[in-house]
């Protein structure tokens, strides 16, 4: 269990985290399991996420695999209805999965843009539109988008990802507004430079790489262990007045 993570704060809570085969989804993973939450693990890749449920269950904590594409409509409905069976409503939606492509706007496909804004924008109003109704009632309930610190800033190649990104602050503004009279928070992460297989064709690139860190003030690569308990806070009760922002963990990024 990280040292960090307040104890099972969020027992007897039903969580579910989009893109939990790795990287940033699987760290909030670990950290909502091990803050006492039952984890529905999503991806596509059924093999990844049964070895981050293997690794939840062997420090003690509960999580299923269930894999669907939430950028399909078709997947989203199979989904909920798999996890509604499976755990009963879900109380903590975290919309984690999302693709960058690194292109000039000029040199990109419809089909590319199309693919950044279908996963990272369109699977949030999706999953929202599935999950919600169950979520309210119950005087609880916590939706995290994650978004960038691309959602503040940019930088070249950057057009797609940006658009969708900052798209969601808007799309999270708004349901937070029409949730917040059933106690349901919307808020957004926004990280910085996390050391994910996202960011991997930087971080092997000797000359990118070190382009990057000479940009963070922080001077490393931010750790997701941070992300999940930044999480499991705004799933919290502490965090029950806290709807309609945005979170920035970025080492400092986005203050220069
Ligand atoms: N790392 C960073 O520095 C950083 C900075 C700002 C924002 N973010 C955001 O944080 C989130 C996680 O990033 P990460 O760095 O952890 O990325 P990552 O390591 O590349 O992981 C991405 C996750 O999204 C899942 N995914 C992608 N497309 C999907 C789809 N259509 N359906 C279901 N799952 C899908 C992948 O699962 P499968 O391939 O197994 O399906 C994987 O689990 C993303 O939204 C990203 O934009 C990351």
């Given amino acids: 269990?990280?040292?960090?993570?307040?104890?099972?704060?969020?027992?007897?809570?039903?969580?579910?985290?989009?893109?939990?085969?790795?990287?940033?989804?699987?760290?909030m993973a670990v950290s909502l399991a091990a803050a006492g939450a039952t984890v529905a693990l999503v991806s596509r890749d059924a093999a990844r996420l049964q070895h981050v449920r293997d690794s939840i269950a062997s420090s003690g904590g509960a999580a299923s695999v269930f894999t669907a594409d939430v950028s399909l409509e078709s997947d989203v409905q199979r989904l909920h209805g798999e996890v509604s069976s499976a755990l009963g409503p879900v109380q903590i939606l975290i919309n984690n999965?999302?693709?960058?492509?690194?292109?000039?706007?000029?040199?990109?496909?419809?089909?590319?843009?199309?693919?950044?804004?279908?996963?990272?924008?369109?699977?949030?109003?999706?999953?929202?539109r599935a999950f919600v109704p169950a979520m309210r009632?119950?005087?609880?309930?916590?939706?995290?988008?994650?978004?960038?610190?691309?959602?503040?800033?940019?930088?070249?190649?950057?057009?797609?990802?940006?658009?969708?990104?900052?798209?969601l602050l808007g799309l999270g503004r708004a349901l937070a507004l029409e949730l917040a009279p059933d106690s349901i928070t919307v808020n957004a992460i926004s990280p910085g430079p996390f050391a994910t297989d996202m960011n991997l064709p930087l971080i092997q690139n000797p000359e990118a790489n070190a382009q990057f860190l000479a940009g963070i003030p922080a001077g490393r690569w931010g750790n997701p262990a941070d992300i999940g308990s930044l999480a499991v806070y705004l799933c919290s009760d502490a965090a029950s007045f806290?709807?309609?922002?945005?979170i920035v963990i970025d080492g400092g990024w986005c203050a220069k």
């Fill in 242 to 246: 806290i709807t309609g922002t945005d």
């Fill in 137 to 167: 009632g119950s005087g609880y309930g916590r939706i995290i988008n994650l978004a960038s610190i691309m959602s503040h800033v940019s930088l070249p190649g950057r057009s797609a990802y940006s658009s969708s990104k900052t798209a």
């Fill in 1 to 27: 269990m990280p040292a960090n993570t307040p104890t099972q704060e969020l027992a007897g809570k039903i969580a579910l985290v989009s893109g939990a085969s790795k990287g940033l989804g699987q760290a």
């Fill in 97 to 128: 999965a999302g693709i960058n492509i690194r292109k000039n706007l000029v040199d990109f496909s419809l089909d590319e843009w199309r693919s950044v804004l279908d996963t990272n924008l369109t699977s949030v109003f999706l999953m929202c």
